[in-house]
C-alpha cells in the first residue's frame, strides 16, 4: 500500500512564501507522474502543478511565476515551492502520485493565507 504523507502547511502573511512536501512510502521511480492539488472550502479540487518522471513541469495559470514544483528521488519526496502567496490560495493542498492504473492521494495539508 502506497502511503503519500504532506507537510509544511501553516498560516502565513499575504506575500510569503511555504515549502510543502509530500514524502511517499515508497520510490517515487515507479510514479511517472506527481502533482500538487487544492480545494477551497465550497469549490472542486483544482490542479496547481504536476512534474513528470523525466522532470517535465506544468503550472496552473493561477500560480504561474509564483510556484515551483520538484522532486527529489533520491528521498522519495516531492516539493512545492509557494512564494508571493496570496489570500486565494487559501485552501486544502493535496500530492498525488500516478502509477499506472492507479491514483494515489495524500490526506491533505492546510494552507491559510491571511493578515
Known amino acids: 500500500q502506497v502511503q503519500l504523507v504532506e507537510s509544511g502547511g501553516g498560516l502565513v502573511q499575504p506575500g510569503g512564501s511555504l515549502r510543502l512536501s509530500c514524502a511517499a512510502s515508497t520510490s517515487i521511480f515507479s510514479f511517472y507522474s506527481m502533482g500538487w492539488y487544492r480545494q477551497a472550502p465550497g469549490k472542486q479540487r483544482e490542479l496547481v502543478a504536476t512534474?513528470?518522471?523525466?522532470?517535465?513541469?506544468n503550472y496552473a495559470d493561477s500560480v504561474k511565476g509564483r510556484f515551483t514544483i520538484s522532486r527529489d528521488n533520491a528521498k522519495n519526496t516531492m516539493y512545492l515551492q509557494m512564494n508571493s502567496l496570496k489570500p486565494e490560495d487559501t485552501a486544502v493542498y493535496y500530492c498525488?502520485?500516478?502509477?499506472?492504473?492507479?491514483?494515489?492521494w495524500g490526506q491533505g495539508t492546510q494552507v491559510t493565507v491571511s493578515s
Open positions: 512534474i513528470t518522471s523525466g522532470g517535465s513541469t
Open positions: 498525488n502520485a500516478a502509477s499506472f492504473p492507479t491514483v494515489y
